[in-house]
């Protein structure tokens, strides 16, 4: 926390005053996180655009997204479900609608699992992030004796 308050310019008092603890600072960025990658995808036009054309843009806005949010890949944070549903997964779910109805995307899988596959690389990713920085070796606490 005496890290986040120099790097912001504030006095640990006045960070202690907003975020009570270290939790409470990371549940309002990963709510600031949702609300930014809500935003990008709104402004990406994925309704104006074929659905190729769109995914392009989701990824790209959830990538530039995630970069400013990266610290979050590491942490047992997890943002509100209903604001993830609203402003990102409805976004995604409604390309990949328009795209099975349009015959650009596969109608053999469901839009459920098509959204689930596509969040999964978020998930990927904090995997491998954790594999990278912590090795595949599990942490001593939890092995076997």
């Known amino acids: 926390m005496a890290d986040v308050a120099e790097a912001a310019g504030v006095g640990r ?10 939790e409470a600072l990371l549940e309002a960025l990963a709510a600031e996180a949702v609300a930014d990658a809500g935003a990008r995808l709104a402004a990406a036009g994925l309704n104006h655009v074929v659905p190729a054309v769109a995914i ?3 990824v790209r806005a959830l990538l530039s997204t995630g970069e400013r949010y990266a610290v979050l890949l590491q942490e047992p944070i997890a943002p509100h479900a209903a604001d993830v549903e609203r402003l990102i997964a409805n976004p995604i779910r409604s390309v990949f609608e328009r795209g099975v ?3 650009a995307i596969r109608s053999d899988l469901t839009t459920e699992i098509l959204v689930d596959l596509f969040g999964g690389i978020e998930d990927a990713a904090k995997m491998t992030t954790t594999l990278f920085l912590e090795g595949a070796e599990l942490p001593a606490a939890t092995r076997e004796p």
């Not at 008092?13 to 270290?22: A, D, E, K």
């Open 101 to 103: 109805r349009e015959g």
């Open 56 to 58: 392009e843009r989701i």
């Open 13 to 22: 008092t006045t960070l202690y005053r907003y975020f009570p603890t270290r």
